[in-house]
């Protein structure tokens, strides 16, 4: 007997499937991680080792400055503000 789809199947069903890849062998299980937000990184001019810290309401969001640099998602708009905002840190294109 067939099962009616409903949003919430289809959204669970669509998570669970993986994406064919190219020049695999037939019946191969190969399976393709799912593509995380690209990457947005910053380059601090004064130091090459720190943290930084947003206030989150009553917590702290931390950014670790390693080697010079601090990359978080494209998505993550209030961070983003933030590390725009600082002096000390320059948006690196691409």
């Known amino acids: 007997m067939a099962v009616k789809k409903t949003a919430a199947t289809d959204a669970a069903a669509v998570a669970d499937e993986s994406a064919v890849v190219p020049g695999a062998p037939d019946g191969a299980d190969t399976a393709v991680a799912a593509a995380e937000p690209p990457g947005v990184t910053f380059t601090d001019s004064a130091y090459t080792s720190r943290s930084l ?7 702290l969001r931390e950014f670790k400055v390693q080697t010079g640099r601090v990359t978080l998602q494209a ?10 905002a600082h002096a000390d840190l320059q948006q690196l294109d691409g």
């Open 53 to 59: 810290f947003l206030q989150a309401g009553n917590d």
């Open 75 to 84: 998505d993550d708009a209030e961070a983003l503000v933030f590390l725009r």
